[in-house]
Nanobody
Framework: QVQLVESGGGLVQPGGSLRLSCAAS????????IGWFRQAPGKEREGVSC????????YHTDSVKGRFTISRDNAKNTVYLQMNNLKPEDTGVYYC????????????????WGQGTLVTVSS
């Protein structure tokens, strides 16, 4: 019943943009800190961007600062990740997670993960 579903991934050229969506069912997403993580081939999953539940403070890994924006649409029970100026190193499967902010909370509790959406940045 508690579920997160990502969408919006695909193939994009370097310098392009994508907007990922994380839609929640079974709970009110606004009450949770939400994180976006990604996993590139052969690499460990890493936190990308996240948004806190109380004050909507946002955090980003250094490699995406200035390029990625995380936001909420409470009416749609959805969190978005706007990704601009994409680079090949951004390639990976992107997951949303609740609770997922700060990033380390995913190591201290058993969160709810989405199924992932693949982002491929390539010419």
């Amino acid at each position: 019943q508690v579920q997160l579903v990502e969408s919006g991934g695909g193939l994009v050229q370097p310098g392009g943009s994508l907007r990922l969506s994380c839609a929640a069912s079974g709970f009110i997403l606004d009450n949770y800190a939400i994180g976006w993580f990604r996993q590139a081939p052969g690499k460990e999953r890493e936190g990308v961007s996240c948004i806190m539940s109380v004050d909507d403070t946002t955090y980003h890994t250094d490699s995406v600062k200035g390029r990625f924006t995380i936001s909420r649409d409470n009416a749609k029970n959805t969190v978005y990740l706007q990704m601009n100026n994409l680079k090949p190193e951004d390639t990976g499967v992107y997951y949303c997670v609740a609770p997922g902010c700060p990033f380390a909370i995913t190591e201290l509790a058993e969160p709810t993960w989405g199924q992932g959406t693949l982002v491929t940045v390539s010419s």
